[in-house]
């Protein structure tokens, strides 16, 4: 099997496992499901809850120098004037003019030109369609052989269609991808009716023009990153803690982008969850705080992995740098597809709190009591996906292993989740559902209950059965009430990793457990 | 002082209190604030996780029968159809005809047809505008002395205006409380333009009935509750994780109402996050399950309550239900401006199972392994206010108490927030700055920070200033490095609210807290 083969066959077992051990599902199924919408199953939401937790205790629970901060999704629309978001967070849109598919130029399939353009479409009946349609336009030198064309040369655009392979394409077409809405009494649908109504209408551009006018007053976006609250709570934040720079401020929450390209699977979605920190330290000290932070993220997406070597830190090239980043970082994992960011550590300099005093009239800077200097700090932005970090364990604890069992050998699906992350972090199983033992073991899971831990009680089905269905969703220990249990007080642990099994004091479990989790 | 007095003075303490320590601030601050949003500062997100945390923990961690579940806040429009939002979720709006006030028809003040109906207005000046209107529009029998009018009376409507009581007012109008934004690559804006140079253009309803057919295919809409998840949901998680009636699902998460009376600082506003659970039962438990919940969830808030008195539970009248609700209980909270709806808890029947199984086409029916039968399950729903729970707490906490001082008596302002939702949990501080007792407090905040205790070093100003900057947020233990643990490894431990101090083992510090945390 090819090794695209593969990887598309993990994603696709992967997506499987996700949806029926109750991870993830698509959003809305029962209605055919919503484009790149996803939502998280009761394993999926311990997981990302766990993830996000981990997050919170090393960026702010763990530090004097980090604070949190939960915005609203809804800013104000300046908010986005000022951070260039409104003007330039737009995709380069081209739509084929032979196949009619919409693409984003900066993802298509580069072509040099001059060179060979071979098309390819999904049936005979449409080639020949494709090309009456092209001679029809004026095109010459193309010839047909079942369901390719070839002929055609690649524009000077560098690009063709990532669909058919096509070089005729329209011009780029900027789309902005923040999510518009509008707030208040007033639905901006009636002005425009009354608008039309008005009657004496342009066209072209200024048709354009006045219907954005009537649209501008009410409309509202969907934040397109959780980063931009920091910039401007800044101050009230400073000052109410009494916060001393160098410092943080850390978010978690969705974002929303109206996404053109949604692919595999959670990495790339319209709706999506972040954990990002702004760090603000003083001019001359940016390249150290950034050193500190890209080794300091990398080492804890590593802490949790079974293979950190998948894991890498990338610099921006020069020409890769946003305009207003002096450097940046990805923070990259080896997906099944290929290498793909995970996190974003970059030097956002002064730009984004220069850009807000000067959209909104405040000053925007730190006051420095020992030194007695007053400055705008430079920025450090550890930028994080969390629902890209849940698809990243979920591939990173996918196992397939030989078993020998006394039935022969055969093979075990283990999430080799962290423990940490692990939905679930200890199944008590009664060995049958009788002689007290489901008894016992509803006291041993309450006794977990009362110390916050995510204990399941389990009795459905032969005990292998049920430690292979905790292998399968990542659950690191099991613990079973068994014969002996009823005379000595004694269950065996198992562990999900070795799969071996040890008689523990009854007594000692929630003590046992709690000292593995520290572990 | 009129009680209404102390109540709105009440109020703008405590939000000037969010704001100066870093509760709550006004979203989009110095951009002069978006109208009913707000940001969560670094005290404000601890208190809104702690409480959002013991929910989960009581609701899903403490139990054998309730799951979790995170689904996307982007869902299908046909969800929103089928639950009736989308053509029911709608407040009839009405203008004033004489200031333009535009308000909820619902929620204005009532006025029996024939009434006097006073109409008073700012100043005089504008008083002079609208009666020369009034009778203008061909209005009789009013007179203005100063800045009343009198002679009006109430209309069939039963209601006036809300701001200047005029009884002249606009048709009711029903308006959408859902926002609406598109998804996709394809602009409607485009669509209209396009369909505006088109020609030939329709106006009034069929006008309106066209703009919307436009808008249809791409609209996404923000969900204004996270319950419908759960229906549309229900039989992913049922499958995946091999529930068996009676179970539940819970999520928290954010929803958004684009409401027109935002009103008494977070209690209800446009963004604001919510914590439901639906639970799943068989008919003709359902009495029996609502009883169980709102009794359940009713001790639930009294738990982390200084006075448990002010919360109430209240059965809805038969006229107050919703069409599908066959039984309903508020528990409100005594605000200072009244009672409040801070949950309800309701009998939702089957109602939302078998709409979405008429929209969708599928299913939705629970198999009884047992009893070998087939049914819909009705379900009962408790459904809180998460940032309705941080404001109720935040206003049970608040007390200013008269103390005795070395100087006389002065009034120190007091957060007495249940040590579980405080934001922190304890503040270390070092008596002096030297003497090795910085470094001897950072020692002991890291200990903390290691067990995942939210702990605070704070060396600024004096210690009794120190102190009561603590009792201001809500800190419930104060710990403090003096000479005398320099010398015998001792630490004052001193309590929030009876300020009572006593002296404990440094090393068994975290050890205590613990405890305390834990009783």
Redesign the interface.
Known sequence: MSERAVSDDLMKTIVSLC????FV?Q?????????S??????L???L??NLMNEW??AMV????DV??????????T??WEASGHLAGFRDP?VDCQVCKE?FRADKAPKLAAGEPAPMAFADKGRAKAALAALEQAGETGLTRSKKAIRGAVGSERGYVCPNCGSPFLSAERA??LM???????V?P??D??AF??GGD?P??TE??AR??EL?RPSA?Y?RPETAQ?MF??F???QQ???LKVPFG?AQMG?S?R?E?TVEHFTFRS??FEQMEMEFFCEPGTDDTWLDYWKQARMEWWQKFANDPDKFRLRAHEPDELAHYAKGCYDIEYLYPWGWGELEGVANRTDYDLQK?AK??G?K?EYFDPVERKRYTPFVIEPAAGATRGVLTYLVDAYFEEEVVTQKGTDVRTVLKLHPQLAPIKVAVMPLVKKNGMPEKAREV?ESF??R???A??DA?HAIGKRYRRHDEVGTPWCLTIDGQTMEDGTITLRDRDTMEQRRISIDNAVHEIEQLLRD
Not at 67 to 76: C, E, K, N, P, Q
């Open positions: 949806k029926r051990r109750g599902f959003s809305s199924d029962i209605y055919g499901g919503l484009k919408a996803y939502d998280y199953g009761p999926g939401i311990e990302k809850r919170w205790r629970h763990s530090r004097e604070v949190g901060l939960d915005a609203s999704i809804v800013m104000h300046k908010v849109l919409r789309f902005n999510f518009r809405s509008s707030i208040g009494p639905d649908m009636g425009i009716a039309i109504e209408l066209a072209g048709l354009r219907l954005e649209i509202v969907l609250a401007v709570q101050l009230n934040i109410s803690m009494g401020i969705k929303f109206n053109i319209c709706e807000h959209y909104s405040s925007l899971v209950f009362q916050g831990i995510n399941k009680y459905q």
